[in-house]
């Protein structure tokens, strides 16, 4: 692009939105300079802020028009760089579009902008007695946006899902300005499932500005245990008993001895400091329904042996059970002054062996890695903690978690369960699939938007990388507003 | 139809098919074949490609040949206590793993835990370029790449031929039974509805079904069978009407004839279509306008879809109702057809056309499944 075509494009941008919201300069850009993934770093050409489902049309058209990659943010809580900025690109800023359209109690569903916070859509549909079910930990600040980019889960996906299995309807803007509706407000569908195609498609497809959401009827009570084992192995094998016994439990969670430590500092949950392995089981239901479930996990997980087991006496005590399982991850943060999630996933039953090879990886590497995991759905989160001001720790780092990545695919797992390929996977992608999957892949993209306009140089394997910089909390993690899981 | 139909034993030889073919068109366990045979195809079948591959019960996680019959899938799993909770249809009837992804249905199961596009974790397939592709991950949860094991699901054979598919699987219920009231107005059906599904038990299906003396609203409650009677009682507490209750072996063919359509005449066409509580008006009206309000018909799923016998001698007038689906923004798939029936599997209304038009592109560029529906 020349001088006087880029001087054009912005000029063109302003006229639409006007000077207050069009970004451009180091300054009032900083803050967008990256998402979660602190350790890329890009500066994009301007930033916009939005109002409206014509504005997000217009500014994609004008993109279009002039050849300039663009990419949605919403909170940018990626953990995984995929709300990095493309170089010289256009970020638009989707916060402000965050309007709860409707919600309809008879529909159980929710129409919302894609800027609505995750947990706003909880909060709106409280007064029907329903609630909106996937619930990442930074749902106090990532957008509706965000996590159906990312399909993104949180601790109580077993039963229920994750985003897209509560994603009905969108209204999508393509790569080239063209907007369409896709899905509905019915469960069912006739067609090839195109809703399901857009969500997880890390912002590659466009833009979505409209999406219906699923409501689920508030569970009207839970049971929670928590039971502490002298090994991980053990609390492993307590995870495998559940399930054979036929129970569908809403939540398993592990931690290992460090994310204990680390969170028992943090927020005094109560954890027993000694436990190698502490495993959280929750039913949740009706009443009678949970009554009888309870008894039969009492019954298997007291075969397993547990040397402690507690059973949440009222809602606040529920509370903190998992005030410290949520917090433990910017608890072991403490511990380090930088580190990396990752969130590949095994088969369950491998979940054992995986962690006892993390355990010799890190030894190896002589970096310590902590573990939180949810065990139900064998989603693994090690957290690597490292010191970026020493030098070499963050390329010893790096190829751990590589390591640790191919071992998931190794045992038959996948590189992401819920942070999604981003900027930082892309060089395992082609480990997990093969060359032809992969090629079946990129010709949807490239049918889609053969400028590769849309969020250019992610999850894709080939596309070129920005430097590296480095691992540091995300300012709002660093606040003390969200915490990682 | 072109000749005999080709009965490949391998995805390789799926891919050779493919690659030879101008015009090719996958078919399962399709007893029917009228309603979307295509002039000029190449048919093949994939009966052959046939076998459970790996079944890990402690991963909730199955994976099977694309023409398996899914009657042999539920078996295996019914004998670890473990089923589909999508609630396959036309089980009975001979329906194949590879046919009831391409078909995307489910049965009024679904309700409780979600359809086939929620339970479907991985496909292997041949696109039209005769290249097998793989999507998704055999395990229960995964974020890598295009979610492609969703875009097949629905693709009528229009995206790729499957030969392989991983879906996650849950533990059966250990008891379930179903409460029924008889002969309900539609709008009094479906208050009552809400009111149940608004309420704390937690329900496997909820259909209404159009009889002679108006709609029998029919609630199946399942879990643990310490807690069953307690909670059919809370249920049927808050439908404070006479209610008859099917349990055992009854509730368990009662559902079972559901989901093979043992309600329509084996000469109607079955058309299903999505539906909420509240576009179920606009459905009724659309029959009414047609003279058609004595089909048999069931809303199901919690009244998330609608399932419609339409009648073999009124076949002419399927143009009619698509002119109408589509004025009332409503969409049917044909899931079962006698012969005649027209070739055309959906009717109504369209959303997505050009990203589908794009995706179609893709992944079958000379147009070798054709550009059907
Ligand atoms: C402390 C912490 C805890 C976390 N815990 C979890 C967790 O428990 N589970 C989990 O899954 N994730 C978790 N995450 C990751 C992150 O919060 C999720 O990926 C979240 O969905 C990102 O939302 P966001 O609004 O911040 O999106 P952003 O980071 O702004 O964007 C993410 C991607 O979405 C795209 N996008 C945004 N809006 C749109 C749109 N309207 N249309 C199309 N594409 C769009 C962007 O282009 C980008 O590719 C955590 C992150 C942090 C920092
Ligand atoms: C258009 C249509 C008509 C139907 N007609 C009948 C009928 O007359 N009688 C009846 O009992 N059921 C019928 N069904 C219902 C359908 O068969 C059931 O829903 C069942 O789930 C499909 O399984 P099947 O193995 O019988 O598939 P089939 O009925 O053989 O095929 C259904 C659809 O799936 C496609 N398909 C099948 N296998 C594959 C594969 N491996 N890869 C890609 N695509 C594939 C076919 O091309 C076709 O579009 C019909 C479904 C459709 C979509």
Redesign the pocket.
């Known amino acids: 692009m020349t001088t006087t075509d880029a001087a054009d494009f912005l000029d063109a941008l302003t006229r639409r939105l006007g000077p207050d919201r069009v970004l451009t300069g180091a300054a009032p850009m900083a803050a967008y300079e990256s998402?979660?993934l602190t350790a890329f770093r890009a500066r994009p050409r301007a930033v916009v802020l939005v109002d409206s489902a014509e504005e997000v049309v217009d500014v994609v058209r004008l993109c279009a028009g002039a050849n300039v990659p663009f990419?949605?943010?919403?909170?940018?809580?990626?953990?995984s760089g995929?709300?990095l900025p493309v170089h010289d690109g256009v970020v638009i800023a989707?916060n402000r579009l965050n309007r709860i359209l409707e919600v309809d109690p008879v529909r159980r569903t929710a129409v919302v902008e894609?800027g609505v916070v995750n947990l706003a859509v909880s909060d709106a549909a409280e007064p029907y007695g329903l609630y909106y079910s996937p619930d990442?930990?930074?749902q106090s600040?990532?957008?509706i946006?965000?996590?159906?980019?990312?399909n993104?889960?949180?601790a109580h996906c077993l039963k229920y899902g994750m985003t897209s299995n509560h994603v009905l309807g969108l209204e999508v803007v393509l790569p080239d300005g063209e907007v369409i509706e896709i899905g509905g407000d019915s469960l069912e569908g006739v067609g090839p499932d195109l809703v399901g195609l857009f969500v997880g498609s890390?912002?590659l497809f466009?833009?979505?500005?409209k999406i219906t959401l699923r409501l689920l009827p508030k569970p009207e009570t839970y049971f929670t245990l928590l039971a502490a084992y002298d090994s991980l192995a053990a609390a492993g094998e307590a995870v495998a008993a559940v399930v054979a016994s036929g129970l569908l439990p809403g939540a398993m969670e592990i931690m290992d001895n460090l994310a204990i430590e680390a969170a028992e500092a943090a927020v005094g949950a109560g954890y027993p400091l000694d436990a190698e392995g502490l495993l959280i089981v929750e039913l949740e239901g009706e009443e009678q329904q949970v009554a009888a479930e309870s008894e039969l996990l009492l019954e298997v997980v007291r075969k397993s042996k547990p040397y402690l087991e507690h059973i949440a006496s009222d809602p606040d005590d529920r509370m903190r059970i998992w005030k410290g399982r949520k917090s433990a991850?910017?608890a072991v943060g403490r511990l380090s002054p930088d580190y990396i999630v990752q969130d590949g996933v095994v088969p369950r039953s491998r979940l054992g062996e995986a962690l006892t090879k993390i355990q010799h990886l890190g030894e190896e590497h002589g970096i310590r890695v902590a573990n939180v995991f949810h065990a139900g759905d064998g989603n693994l989160h090690p957290l690597i903690l490292f010191d970026g001001r020493v030098e070499g720790e963050l390329e010893r780092a790096e190829e751990l978690a590589g390591e640790i990545l191919r071992l998931c695919i190794d045992l038959g797992g996948s590189i992401t369960g819920?942070?999604?390929v981003?900027m930082e996977k892309r060089q395992y992608l082609g480990e997990m699939f093969g060359e032809a999957d992969l090629d079946a892949m990129r010709r949807i993209r490239m049918a889609i938007d053969p400028g590769e306009l849309a969020?250019r140089g992610?999850m894709f394997p080939d596309a070129e990388a920005p430097a590296l910089l480095s691992h540091a909390p995300?300012p709002?993690?660093a606040a003390g507003v969200?915490?990682?899981? | 139809m072109k000749g005999a139909p080709s009965r490949p034993g391998s995805a390789a030889e799926v891919a050779e098919a493919v690659r030879g073919a101008e015009l090719v068109l996958p078919r399962g366990g399709g007893t029917k074949p009228a309603l979307w045979s295509v002039e000029g195809a190449d048919v093949l079948d994939l009966s052959t490609l046939s076998g459970i591959t790996e079944y890990l019960p402690s991963e909730y996680t199955v994976t099977a040949l694309a023409g398996t019959p899914l009657a042999e899938v539920e078996a295996r799993l019914a004998a670890e206590g473990q089923y589909l909770p999508f609630d396959p249809l036309l089980v009975a009837a001979g329906s194949t793993v590879g046919g009831a992804v391409a078909a995307g249905a489910n049965g009024p199961g679904r309700l409780r835990y979600g359809g086939l596009r929620d339970f479907l974790l991985a496909v292997t397939f041949i696109d039209g370029r005769g290249e097998i592709v793989r999507g998704g991950a055999r395990v229960v949860k995964n974020a890598a790449g295009f979610d492609l094991p969703k875009l097949m699901v629905g693709s009528l054979g229009r995206l790729g031929v499957l030969t392989e598919c991983t879906f996650k699987v849950f533990p059966h219920p250990e008891s379930c039974a179903t409460l029924r009231v008889a002969g309900m107005a539609l709008d009094e059906a479906i208050e009552a509805a809400g009111r149940v599904g608004a309420g704390a038990v937690e329900i496997e299906c909820l259909d209404l079904v159009h009889g002679l003396a108006g709609w029998d609203l029919e609630i199946r409650i399942g879990g643990r069978s310490f807690a069953l009677d307690a909670r059919l009682k809370r249920a049927a507490d808050l439908l404070d009407t006479d209610v008859a209750t099917l349990s055992g072996d009854a509730d368990v063919t009662h559902w079972r004839t559901r989901r093979e359509f043992g309600w329509a005449s084996p000469d109607t066409s079955v058309l299903k279509l999505p539906l909420t509580p509240a576009t179920a008006g606009a459905l009724e009206q659309v029959l009414a306008d047609l003279d058609a309000s004595q089909v048999a018909r069931v809303y199901s799923a919690g009244i998330q879809q609608a399932f419609v016998a339409w009648p073999a001698e009124r076949v002419a007038d399927l143009p009619a109702l698509d002119h109408a689906l589509t004025q009332s923004k409503l969409t049917a798939l044909a899931l079962r057809a006698p012969a005649g029936a027209g070739n055309q599997p959906v009717l109504g209304y369209r959303t997505g056309g050009e990203l589908l038009r794009r995706v179609e592109q893709a992944l079958d560029p000379a147009g070798r499944f054709g550009r059907r529906a």
Not at chain 1, 482 to 485: D, G, K, P, W
């Open positions: 998402d979660a990419l949605a943010r919403g909170s940018g809580t990626s953990l995929g709300s989707m894609p990442p930990s930074s600040v990532c957008t946006g965000g996590n159906l980019a990312f993104s889960g949180g890390e912002g466009g833009i979505a500005t991850f910017s819920e942070h999604g981003g969020n992610k995300h709002l993690e969200i915490s990682r899981e």
